[in-house]
C-alpha cells in the first residue's frame, strides 16, 4: 500500500462530532481528520458509534438522529471546502457515491435483489457522470474486471443471490469505485466472509487504493483485519473515542488505555489455549479468572466412545437436465466422507464458503437427505429410525444457526420460542414447570426471566446468539451443531460465547461439531480439525498438530490467510 499521504493536505476534517437520538448521545464529541491517500481505520464493539459516525459523513443517519458538529464535518472539494453537517439535500445527493462512496458490511441486503448486478452499478455513472448507456455499461464490466470478478460479462447479468459472499462484495467495491470517489467508507467489508476471501479482499482494496490514491475509512470489530490495511486507528467505545494509534503501535501492542488492550487480550491467542478466554469488562475492571490452561483431550481419539460414526457420506445436487428432465450432470457438495465424533469433544470443522461444510452438517442432522453413505448415532442408522425415533433423535442433537436473528421468530416472544420445544417433545407437565426450567437455562446464559417477554429486535446480537443457545440446550441434547456461531460477533461478545460454550459442554457433557471459517476460534475451541475443501475432508488430526504442522498445501493456505500479527 502506498504511503505517499500528503501530510499538509486533509480530505476530511471532522471535529467536535456529537449524534443523539432523542436524549440518548449515541456519538460523543469526535474529532479526526483524514489526510489525502491516508487510511484510517474505526474500531470498536457494536454500539461504540463507529457506523453512526460513518454514516454522518454522507448525511445517512436515520431521520430522528440529531447531529452536531461543533467544528462542522469539513469535506476538501476542487472547489472549496464543504460542511457536510449543514449543507443541503441537493449538494449531499452530489456527494454522495461522487466524492465519498461507501462499501455497506452484508452486500446481499444492500443490493437490490430483483435488479441484476450490472445495471446496478450502472446507475452510480448515469446519475452522477450523465454517462450514456452503452458507455456506462463498457465502464461497469471494466470495473467488474478492475475488482477480478470471473467473466465480467456474465457477472453483469447475474442477480446478486446467484453470486457467492466474496462476489458479491466485489460487486459492492466495484459500484462504489464507479465514479472514482476522494473517500471511501468501507464499513465491516470483510466480517462474514472466509479467511482467504477475507484476505483477497483486503489486497484487493489495497491496490485501488495505491492506484488511486483515495483515502479509505476502514471500519472493523477485528483489529487483526485493521492492522493489515490501516495507517492509523481510531478505537471507539460506547460513543466516545478513547485513543489513536499509529499502525505500528498496534502491531507491537504499544497501547495505552484499558479499553484498547481489552480488545487486544480477548481474540482467541495463536500460542495457547487459556482456560477461558477474557472479556473486555474483566480485563478493565480488573476480575479476570484466566488461570489455567484448557485440558486437550487428545486420548478421546483412541479411547472416547463414539457418538456419531459416519461413513463414505455423499450429497450431489443435479445441475442439468436432459429433454425429459433426467439429471445429465451433478455438483458433488459432499463427496465420500468419513470420519467419527467423540463422546464429550468439540471437532472443528473448518474450510471456505462453497466446500461443504452446511450441506454436510445439514445431513447429520437429517435436515436433507444424502445421496449415499451411512450416519449412525449412537449406533443407529438415522435413516433407518421411525417416525416416534427421528422425532428422539432431533431432542438429542440440535444446531446453533450463523444468523440468530433470522433464525428466531420475529413475531414470537423469546418465553415462547424457548417453551415450544419443551411442548412439542411433552416435557414437563405444566406451562409453569416449562418456564421455570427455560428461566434456569436463561440464566446460564447469562440473561434472564425478565427477558422472556421480550422480542427478538429487543436484544444486542450477542444476546440474540445466548437465546439461540439456550433453545439448543432446553431439550438437554447430547450432540449440538454450532454452525458459524460466533462469525458475526464482536472479539469481546465473541469470548463471551466462546466462554459460555465451554462451561456448558463441562457442566452437561455436550458433545460439539464447531464450524466456522475463523481458524484461530476453531483451534481455541477444538481438540481434533478437518479441514474440507471441494466436498472432500483432505486433512484431519489434533488441532496444535494440524496448525504447527499441516500436511496439506490449501492448509497451508488457509493459516497462512489468517489477519493480523499482534503481540
Not at 473515542?241 to 503501535?249: A, D, G, P, R
Not at 468439540?346 to 442432522?365: A, D, P
Not at 421455570?436 to 436463561?442: F, G, K, S, T
Amino acid at each position: 500500500m502506498s504511503d505517499n499521504i500528503r501530510e499538509d493536505s486533509y480530505l476530511l476534517q471532522v471535529g467536535g462530532l456529537h449524534i443523539f437520538f432523542g436524549e440518548k448521545e449515541v456519538v460523543n464529541d469526535v474529532s479526526f481528520q483524514i489526510r489525502a491517500g491516508e487510511v484510517l481505520g474505526i474500531v470498536g464493539e457494536s454500539g461504540s458509534g463507529k457506523s453512526m459516525t460513518a454514516l454522518s459523513l454522507m448525511g445517512l443517519c436515520p431521520p430522528q438522529a440529531k447531529i452536531v458538529a461543533h467544528q462542522g464535518i469539513l469535506l476538501q472539494t476542487k472547489k472549496n471546502p464543504v460542511n457536510i453537517a449543514s449543507v443541503n439535500s441537493k449538494t449531499l445527493r452530489s456527494i454522495r457515491g461522487n466524492i465519498i462512496s461507501m462499501i455497506f458490511q452484508e452486500p446481499m441486503t444492500s443490493l437490490n435483489a430483483v435488479q441484476k448486478c450490472g445495471p446496478q452499478v450502472e446507475e452510480v455513472l448515469l446519475i452522477h457522470k450523465k454517462e450514456k448507456k452503452r458507455k456506462a455499461k463498457s465502464r461497469v464490466i471494466e470495473l467488474f474486471q478492475e475488482v477480478m470478478l470471473p467473466d465480467p460479462e456474465k457477472v453483469y447479468h447475474k442477480y446478486p443471490h446467484q453470486l457467492s459472499g466474496g462476489q458479491r462484495q466485489r460487486v459492492m467495491i466495484a459500484m462504489s469505485l464507479a465514479c472514482r470517489p476522494a473517500l471511501l467508507i468501507a464499513d465491516e467489508p470483510t466480517t462474514a466472509l472466509d479467511v482467504t476471501v477475507q484476505k483477497t479482499i483486503i489486497q484487493l482494496l489495497k491496490d485501488l487504493q495505491q492506484k488511486y490514491g483515495m483515502s479509505i475509512l476502514f471500519i472493523s470489530h477485528d483489529l487483526g483485519v485493521v492492522s493489515e490495511i490501516c495507517h492509523r486507528v481510531l478505537i471507539m467505545h460506547k460513543g466516545y473515542s478513547v485513543e489513536e494509534l499509529t499502525k505500528e503501535q498496534l502491531i507491537n501492542g504499544n497501547v495505552n488505555h484499558p479499553y484498547t488492550k481489552a480488545l487486544l487480550s480477548c481474540r482467541p491467542p495463536v500460542d495457547r489455549k487459556p482456560y477461558r478466554l477474557q472479556t473486555v469488562s474483566e480485563i478493565v475492571e480488573e476480575t479476570n479468572t484466566n488461570k489455567e490452561p484448557i485440558i486437550q483431550l487428545t486420548e478421546k481419539k483412541q479411547t472416547g466412545e463414539i457418538i456419531m460414526n459416519i461413513h463414505s457420506l455423499s450429497k450431489h445436487f443435479p445441475t442439468g437436465k436432459n429433454i425429459m428432465g433426467k439429471p445429465t450432470a451433478w455438483f458433488k457438495a459432499v463427496d465420500d466422507v468419513s470420519f467419527e465424533i467423540f463422546s464429550g469433544e468439540t471437532l472443528g470443522l473448518v474450510g471456505e464458503s462453497g466446500c461443504g461444510k452446511t450441506t454436510l452438517s445439514r445431513m447429520l442432522l437429517k435436515l436433507i437427505d444424502k445421496t449415499s453413505g451411512n450416519i449412525d448415532f449412537n449406533g443407529r442408522d438415522i435413516q433407518t429410525l421411525s417416525k416416534k425415533e427421528t422425532k428422539d433423535f432431533r431432542k438429542q442433537a440440535q444446531i446453533i444457526f450463523q444468523d440468530p436473528y433470522s433464525s428466531l421468530n420475529p413475531n414470537m416472544t423469546i418465553g415462547t420460542a424457548l417453551t415450544e420445544p419443551l411442548k412439542v417433545h411433552q416435557m414437563f407437565h405444566s406451562k409453569k414447570e416449562r418456564v421455570e426450567y427455560v428461566v434456569d437455562i436463561l440464566q446460564k446464559t447469562g440473561l434472564n426471566g425478565d427477558d422472556l417477554k421480550k422480542y427478538p429486535h429487543q436484544f444486542s446480537g450477542g444476546q440474540r446468539q445466548r437465546i439461540v443457545i439456550a433453545r439448543a440446550m432446553v431439550l438437554k441434547p447430547a450432540f449440538i451443531i454450532c454452525d458459524e456461531a460466533v462469525s458475526a460477533l464482536d472479539v469481546s461478545v465473541q469470548a463471551q460465547v466462546l466462554n459460555l460454550l465451554n462451561d456448558l459442554k463441562e457442566s452437561d457433557g455436550l458433545t460439539y461439531l464447531f464450524i466456522s471459517h475463523d481458524l484461530s476460534v476453531v483451534r481455541y475451541m477444538s481438540q481434533r480439525i478437518m479441514v474440507m475443501q471441494h466436498g472432500k475432508i483432505v486433512e484431519s488430526g489434533l488441532s496444535d498438530e494440524v496448525f504447527n504442522n499441516p500436511a496439506n498445501e490449501y492448509t497451508r493456505k488457509l493459516i497462512e490467510s489468517i489477519p493480523g500479527n499482534i503481540h
